[in-house]
């Protein structure tokens, strides 16, 4: 069982800055996908950010992006810290929404939706 939690959330105007964490804790495992999602009402959960993790035979770490995301946002971790990032810059109205972070054990490609554990999320409005 794993248990996420997201922080940073907020308002900002067009072309600022946010960065979102989520704090995890729980049994990995030796290899995992972690994710940030993004979801407006009415819609599905989107991906916008994927990060793969392993530890075998040498530790690798490899990010992915939604098309709409890339160039503006960077998913990192700081594993001492148990927490999960995402860097977003220069934000456009079409980033607002309420952000997930997700995680699951890495079988797979991590941009796969199939992803079992949830945060409560944190809501990002950009304004024009």
């Known amino acids: 069982q794993v248990q996420l939690a997201e922080s940073g959330g907020g308002s900002v105007q067009s072309g600022g800055s946010l960065r979102l964490s989520c704090t995890a804790s729980g049994d990995f495992g030796s290899s995992y996908c972690m994710a940030w999602f993004r979801q407006v009402p009415g819609n599905q959960r989107e991906g916008v950010a994927f990060?793969?993790?392993?530890?075998?035979?040498?530790?690798?770490?490899?990010?992915d992006y939604a098309d709409s995301a890339k160039g503006r946002f960077t998913i990192s971790q700081d594993k001492a810290k148990s927490t999960l990032y995402l860097q977003m810059n220069d934000l456009r109205p079409e980033d607002s929404g309420k952000y997930y972070c997700?995680?699951?054990?890495?079988?797979?490609?991590?941009?796969?939706?199939?992803?079992?554990?949830w945060g409560q999320g944190t809501q990002v409005t950009v304004s024009s």
């Open positions: 990060l793969a993790w392993g530890n075998w035979p040498t530790e690798t770490t490899n990010q």
């Open positions: 997700a995680a699951r054990k890495r079988i797979g490609n991590c941009r796969l939706y199939n992803y079992k554990d």
